[in-house]
């Protein structure tokens, strides 16, 4: 090894105690933090900030509740126009000298 390469040896040496000392107080900040965020019952944060256990509270669960009850809504709405499309379905690809009969049988009066 040269000199100049024990000299940059020697240096990193002197300054190694120092850096050990700033990373192990910064890990200790951040267990000590999260620690101290898990114990108040604060959201932890993931890689991008977004909440990786968000609390939950009564508004939240009010709003699923309501959006659940809409999502049901929605479904049976859903199945009332599948049940209407099958109907001109129906009609659409029906003979139409049934059809006809079928109409004017709706016509012809009720006694």
């Keep these: ?49 977004q909440a990786v256990y968000p609390k939950k509270s009564e508004e939240a669960m009010e709003r699923v509740k309501l959006l659940s009850a809409e999502n049901a809504q929605l479904r049976a709405e859903l199945g009332s126009v599948k049940d209407r499309l099958a109907n001109v379905e129906r009609i659409v690809t029906d003979d139409s000298h049934r059809l006809t009969q079928e109409i004017e049988g709706l016509r012809a009066p009720k006694n």
């Design 1 to 49: 090894m040269t000199p100049e390469k024990i000299e940059k040896l020697a240096f990193v040496a002197q300054l190694f105690p120092f850096i050990a000392v700033i990373v192990s107080v910064a890990i200790g900040g951040w267990v000590v933090t999260t620690w101290l965020r898990i114990k108040n019952g604060y959201p932890l944060d993931g890689a991008w900030g």
